[in-house]
Nanobody
Framework: QVQLVESGGGLVQAGGSLRLSCAAS????????MGWFRQAPGKEREFVAA?????IYADSVKGRFTISRDSAKNTVYLQMNSLKPEDTAVYYC?????????????????WGRGTQVTVSS
């Protein structure tokens, strides 16, 4: 059974940093693409970053967030620096096999339950 489990969320002041982790389990589960999305209250879920053979970022997080992957551990990370109050959201890890449309929410078939990130001003 495939599971994605996020960790590392929390409360941080503006300008601070957090590192999210997402561990994928499942004996033969080796997705090509792993990504991060976020959803703020009253808003739609939006793309943050994805990684396959390269890293892709939403414009709103470029230069502040870094996605990385440890394939041996089947784990993806999101290092978030210079956090802003507008980064406050539930952050979700997602995975898929196809390398296309990595920024589109509905292309991902596997999702974690999310971890809350709150940035205070």
């Amino acid at each position: 059974q495939v599971q994605l489990v996020e960790s590392g969320g929390g409360l941080v002041q503006a300008g601070g940093s957090l590192r999210l982790s997402c561990a994928a389990s499942g004996r033969t589960f080796r997705p090509n693409v792993m990504g991060w999305f976020r959803q703020a209250p009253g808003k739609e879920r939006e793309f943050v970053a994805a990684i396959n053979w390269s890293q892709i970022y939403a414009d709103s997080v470029k230069g502040r967030f870094t996605i990385s992957r440890d394939s041996a551990k089947n784990t993806v990370y999101l290092q978030m620096n210079s956090l802003k109050p507008e980064d406050t959201a539930v952050y979700y890890c997602a995975a898929k096999y196809s390398d296309y449309d990595v920024a589109l929410t509905d292309r991902y078939g596997y999702w974690g339950r999310g971890t809350q990130v709150t940035v205070s001003s």
